[in-house]
């Protein structure tokens, strides 16, 4: 993997701000402006063909020192985004790790138009991390309700929790507000997604379904009479604040979580 870092030093000389080979995986630092230049290059070129992203993610590095070689890169930065590559011709992977610029109002360039899987993973990062993809093609939430303030995975968000009322405790002023609603208990109309017609189609709601647990999948169908013209696919609703949760915990302590996440894909 060390030539191929040498070849996108050579390519790019100053978009590649550090490297780093850790247990037979290389992870590439990529200077943001210089993000979708480098992607389209892995993409396109032969002999690499890394044409599938697999996964994106992102690091909150409010509570964590900037010192070492690894994090130089990093200096003054709170957030990176993590794009995590695969050459399904070459069978090789690639980590791409991209320092986000604006501080506390994070923005990277979207990379839907080269890899279109990291759609729904930009929403995600978007929606618990707060960072913005620019030229993303609807950046909207995906798993928090559209009217839910701030992001809830930064670190500075707090864990919450509420102490666990017993017999003898009923009495405590600390339970007086227990149940009481955090959001107002208001209908919201959810966004429908770019390109649904209401004007020339009948928009039926079907689901949240189960195609795995609890009501994960809703699909937005499209009639023209009872042809079916379209459908859209939209997620997000299983989340029970299972990966704040996973912060503070061990992982003996976390790992029976996972089957209430999802029955058929706890180990994923």
């Not at 790019?12 to 230049?37: C, M």
């Not at 839910?148 to 007086?176: I, M, S």
């Amino acid at each position: 993997m060390s030539e191929l870092v040498a070849r996108l030093q050579g390519q790019f000389p100053q978009a590649v701000l550090g490297s780093k080979e850790s247990h037979g995986e290389t992870t590439v630092v990529i200077r943001p402006e210089d993000l979708l230049a480098v992607g389209r290059f892995l993409r396109d070129e032969a002999g690499l063909q890394y044409n599938l992203l697999t996964d994106l993610s992102s690091v909150d590095r409010l509570l964590l020192p900037n010192k070492g070689d690894g994090d130089a890169p990093f200096a003054g930065v709170r957030f990176n985004t993590v794009y995590q590559l695969l050459s399904v011709p070459h069978k090789r992977r690639l980590r791409l790790s991209v320092p986000c610029p604006g501080g506390e109002e994070p923005v990277v360039p979207s990379v839907v138009s080269l890899w279109p899987t990291a759609n729904w993973h930009e929403r995600e990062v978007f929606d618990l991390m707060g960072i913005r993809f620019q030229g993303h093609p609807n950046l909207r939430r995906i798993l928090m309700p559209e009217n839910w303030r701030g992001h809830p995975l930064r670190k500075n968000e707090p864990v919450g929790g509420e102490n666990v009322p017993f017999t003898v405790t009923w009495g405590d002023p600390e339970f007086a507000s227990l149940g009481q609603q955090i959001l107002p208990a208001e209908p919201v109309q959810p966004e429908l997604p770019k390109g649904v017609d209401t004007t020339r189609y009948m928009v039926l709601n079907m689901g949240p379904q189960h195609p795995a647990t609890h009501g994960v999948l809703r699909f937005l169908v499209e009639l023209d009479g009872e042809e079916i013209v379209s459908v859209h696919p939209d997620l997000g609703y299983l989340h029970s604040g299972f990966e704040k949760s996973g912060e503070s915990k061990r992982y003996k302590d976390f790992v029976h979580y996972t089957p209430r996440m999802d029955y058929v894909a706890a180990m994923s």
